[in-house]
């Protein structure tokens, strides 16, 4: 079978962080020194007063929702939209507050709508944020018929002294991983594309297609409530989401050093399909999904056993992965990854 990347699946990983940096520059222009972080970061800061920090993050669904329309099936995708933006004001250290949504449709279907709010609400309870508003937009001809878009919007607040990541992530720190339930809402430009193709060539009966839609649409993990105690008790150094860009968002942890992960083997049959029918090479894989570990952990050795066993006590599949190792003289910050026999060097 031929390899078939992201880019052929129709995304530019390399023109969207160019524009992020874009972003960045002209967003300089409205900040003040109240901002402690901007454009570019899991969530931005905003100075409330001298300990806290108010958190701010948006997402959306991406092209998943394409797989929700195939099967009729929307009480799920809220999860998810849920999930992408409290996950990341977790990795600020924040405690999700409250939460706004955005739904977008061509011609308005109150009974799809309320499928999707019923996700949210869910997503909401999940993360311990309050749903407090949202807008629903009907605009004719500007969507397909029966198709919607989602945007998320979640604000949060930290203590100054329990922002993350701290300053004092070092070489020896261990590394955990917290399981995903799957390949949460990254990469299904891609997926799509490996689906149709193996509907194609295998001549799949209608069920079989059907099941694997439904296991590539299982929600988001939110991580917030199996956190937020270990934040509150500087347990954590650092958080790492593990969305777009996949493994690459390790280093965020801090460029300062380098990450040795070795993952254990999948325990979720849809990442070695992925692997199988994709043909990429790991350096590809490694930075378009999460393979099985949602959320990476930096903290202390010291703290590893007991950080873990707090992480199990919650209902978390969590394991230690790897290590915090010295940043090579004159190199990047790099993520030196083992996968299913596989070794690869991920420069940041």
Not at 190 to 218: F, I, P
Request: net charge positive.
């Amino acid at each position: 079978m031929a390899t078939l990347s992201y880019a052929q699946a129709g995304v530019d990983r390399e023109a969207a962080d160019r524009l992020v940096g874009r972003i960045a520059g002209l967003a300089k222009k409205t900040l003040n020194s109240k901002v402690k972080s901007a454009v570019g970061g899991y969530a931005s800061l905003y100075e409330i007063d001298k300990n806290r920090y108010l958190a701010a993050s948006t997402d959306g669904v991406g092209t998943k929702l394409k797989l929700a329309f195939e099967l009729q099936s929307h009480r799920t995708v809220g999860i998810d939209l849920v999930a992408m933006s409290v996950n990341d004001l977790l990795c600020v250290g924040a405690e999700p507050l409250f939460f706004l949504d955005y739904l977008a449709t061509g011609k308005l279907d109150e009974g799809v709508a309320e499928q999707v709010l019923e996700g949210i609400v869910e997503g909401c309870k999940l993360a311990g944020c309050a749903l407090v508003g949202g807008e629903t937009a009907e605009m004719p001809d500007f969507y397909q018929p029966g198709e919607y878009d989602l945007a998320g919007f979640s604000v949060g607040m930290v203590q100054k002294s329990r922002v993350l990541p701290k300053r004092e992530v070092r070489v020896g720190d261990r590394l955990i991983g917290m399981a995903s339930s799957g390949f949460h809402s990254n990469g299904y430009s891609l997926l799509r594309k490996l689906l149709a193709q193996e509907w194609d060539s295998t001549g799949l009966s209608e069920a079989s297609r059907g099941a694997r839609a439904r296991e590539l649409l299982t929600p988001t993990r939110i991580y917030a409530k199996s956190l937020l105690p270990l934040i509150e008790s500087k347990s954590i150094k650092g958080l790492a989401h593990i969305t777009g860009s996949g493994f690459l968002n390790v280093p965020r942890i801090s460029e300062k050093v380098s990450y040795q992960i070795e993952l254990p083997e999948p325990t979720l049959s849809v990442f070695e399909w992925v692997r199988e029918a994709s043909g990429l090479p790991l350096s590809e894989l490694a930075q378009t999904f999460n393979l099985g570990i949602g959320m990476v952990l930096a903290v202390d050795a010291r703290l590893e056993k007991k950080v873990l066993s707090q992480l199990k006590r919650r209902g978390e599949k969590a394991m230690s992965i790897g290590k915090v190792v010295r940043r090579e003289k004159g190199k990047p910050s790099q993520v030196h990854l083992t996968y299913a026999g596989e070794q690869v060097v991920l420069n940041y």
